[in-house]
């Protein structure tokens, strides 16, 4: 028997800015999905938020992109987005570009990452969820899961892990993927998913059986709608133990708060900050971006869980050291390399400002360029 975890995830209102949302959106969501459970159509289901984005964490036994389970988290954003809609909260139904609910929320708004599994004897999972930044933010950390024996000390002692995995490599622009081998294609990789604004880390397999190990959702927000709607904050699924990464494996590359983009209107880089869910809400400068670590056990498609597994002193430095680059990022202001490139700009005035500057410049020589200037400024 087949179990699928599902993780769909919405922004649709927060609670004084892009904050965190209300308490009553929680509930409202999580009435939608204890209804659905009444009614066997999902297994269990968890509800929680990362900053301002709801997350809604189900089992079931229907599939990955299932209109009834997809239906369902729409429904529950929807209610959630009443709630938001009745207290005026900022930003109410953000996420959902659409009016209408069509069979699959792809596309439409919400996040997805699902992974369908066979049950192994422990089910060890976790699941990552993030703010203020893009799916492209789990590449490097995949990567070093995965991919590098000196984060992951399996891929060399582990005679399950030790052919190394397969890694479907996702082009946002152009809407198709690649797989590819590690450790024997890896340096392509890193080619292609250190511009994880275009290539993104989708899923990884085992090589020896093919078995899928972990999902990363990949929905990016600005291109599906064509205009800027807030960050694609994103989650991952990432299967633990047996012949796949330890749990400690899987958490170490988090203990670097690389830069990645999507803080402050979705137009800047900062460190990633590892926290416990208790600090899963964004205020310095609407950041920095975080991400919280559920750890569960999964039993015949329940959820045994969740542990916070970033509440843990281990990663007490990693948070200085994010507050270090933060505070030394945030000190450049509007230049780059904190604001993003011209080509990721979203919220921005760029392309109005440059159209208004348009018959301003000069392109001439030094010396009559000189000249102009002190006629204009004589005026
Ligand atoms: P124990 O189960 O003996 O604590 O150690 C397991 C282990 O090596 C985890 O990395
Ligand atoms: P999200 O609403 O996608 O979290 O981001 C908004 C933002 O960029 C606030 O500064
Ligand atoms: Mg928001
Ligand atoms: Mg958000
Ligand atoms: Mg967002």
């Not at 899961?145 to 995995?165: C, E, Q, R, S, Y």
């Not at 064509?226 to 990464?245: E, F, M, N, S, T």
């Not at 959820?303 to 933060?326: K, M």
């Amino acid at each position: 028997e087949k179990i699928t975890l599902s993780i769909i995830k919405a922004d649709v209102g927060s609670i004084a800015g892009h904050h965190m949302p209300h308490p009553d959106q929680l509930a409202a969501a999580t009435k939608i999905l204890a209804e659905a459970k009444q009614k066997d159509i999902i297994i269990d289901f968890y509800v929680t938020h990362v900053g301002d984005d709801i997350q809604l964490i189900m089992t079931h036994r229907k599939g990955v992109d299932h209109p009834d389970i997809h239906g369902l988290a729409w429904e529950a954003f929807k209610s959630a987005t009443k709630v938001a809609r009745e207290l005026k909260l900022y930003a109410a139904g953000q996420d959902l570009l659409s009016e209408a609910f069509s069979g699959n929320v792809r596309g439409m708004g919400p996040g997805v990452a699902e992974l369908e599994m066979e049950e192994r004897e422990a089910e060890p999972v976790i699941t990552f969820h993030a703010d203020k930044t893009e799916p492209g933010a789990f590449n490097m950390p995949i990567y070093r899961i995965f991919a590098d024996p000196f984060n992951t000390a399996g891929l060399v002692i582990d005679p399950k892990m030790h052919d190394g995995f397969i890694f479907e490599v996702y082009d946002v622009f152009e809407g198709r993927s690649v797989l590819m081998k590690t450790p024997e294609e890896s340096y392509d990789v890193l080619a292609l998913i250190g511009t994880p604004g275009r290539y993104i880390v989708r899923r990884v397999y085992r090589k020896s059986d093919n078995l899928l190990a972990a999902v990363v959702s990949v929905e990016r927000l600005n291109l599906t709608a064509g205009r800027y709607v807030g960050k694609d904050d994103p989650v991952a699924i990432v299967r633990a133990q047996h012949g796949l990464p330890a749990v400690g494996e899987i958490l170490e590359p988090f203990s670097f708060p690389h830069l990645v983009a999507g803080w402050m209107r979705g137009s800047h880089h900062g460190p990633l900050m590892p926290v416990p869910m208790r600090y899963a809400k964004v205020t310095r400068f609407d950041g920095p971006p975080r991400i919280i670590a559920l750890g569960w056990n999964i039993s015949r498609g329940r959820l045994i869980g969740p542990v916070d597994l970033f509440d843990d002193v281990a990663f007490d430095e990693t948070r200085r050291l994010a507050e270090t680059i933060a505070e030394y990022m945030r000190r450049h202001g509007p230049f780059m390399p904190h604001r993003l490139g011209p080509e990721e700009m979203e919220y921005t005035t760029l392309p109005s400002v440059l159209e208004k500057l348009k018959d301003r410049f000069v392109k001439t020589e030094e010396a009559k360029v000189v000249k102009k200037h002190s006629d204009l400024l004589s005026h």
